[in-house]
């Protein structure tokens, strides 16, 4: 079985459509180990502990680099951590611990990577730069965490329309329903792509 740790700084809708698959059966062998929060005021943390999960909020305000690095590795050992789930988190994590567990740390971004990415795209400013550059589409990209910003590999993508009477805020909704469906799925195909053979 392996262990998640997820990663919240709001809402953490995705966690708990995370949280809901794990519990259905759709994503197997992984169980929700921890969820870690950058802030206390994270309204996830609340669904996290109605669920019986663990929580660890983790503020990078006043710390070195070194004793972010230092804190966020010892807390994921402690929980002996298989894979990061990034679900909003809206800090940027050390590279060394993007080297040490590379290829286990996946994120969602609420665009079709490589567009309307890097730094500065975030929350409903991805969605205002779509409309405002008149795209006909848009969706949602899980990818694999490297030391860039949104620069890994991309193990999942999901597309829909953008309707020119859009505004910023009905295109995160359509895009956030995609986003609760393809990470639960692409957890499941880094978690099982060995024992599957699934190629991604
Ligand atoms: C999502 O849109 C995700 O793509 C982005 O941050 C948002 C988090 O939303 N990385 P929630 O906290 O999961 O509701």
Redesign the pocket.
């Known amino acids: 079985m392996l262990k998640l740790a997820i990663f919240?700084?709001?809402?953490?809708?995705?966690?708990?459509a995370i949280v809901e698959s794990i519990e259905r059966g759709d994503i197997e062998n992984v169980s929700p180990a921890l969820v870690l929060s950058s802030t206390e005021k994270a309204k996830?943390l609340h669904y996290a502990k109605e669920k019986g999960i663990d929580t660890h909020v983790f503020s990078y305000k006043g710390l070195s680099q070194d004793e972010i690095n230092a804190g966020l590795l010892d807390i994921l050992a402690k929980y002996d951590i298989d894979m990061i789930i990034?679900?909003?988190?809206m800090k940027i994590l050390p590279a060394e611990l993007t080297r040490k567990y590379k290829d286990k740390i996946l994120?969602?971004?609420?665009s079709l990577i490589p567009k309307f990415c890097g730094k500065g795209f975030?929350?409903m400013r991805v969605h205002e730069a779509v409309i405002e550059a008149g795209e006909k589409e848009s969706g949602?990209t899980v990818h694999f965490v490297d030391e860039g910003v949104d620069t890994g590999k991309i193990i999942l993508q999901e597309k829909c329309a953008v309707y020119e009477t859009d505004s910023a805020e009905d295109l995160?909704k359509r895009?956030?329903k995609i986003?609760h469906t393809i990470y639960s799925k692409a957890i499941d195909i880094v978690a099982n792509c060995s024992s599957r053979k699934t190629i991604y």
């Open positions: 919240i700084s709001g809402t953490g809708s995705n966690m708990k996830g990034l679900a909003g988190f994120n969602i971004h609420p975030y929350g949602a995160q895009v956030l986003e």
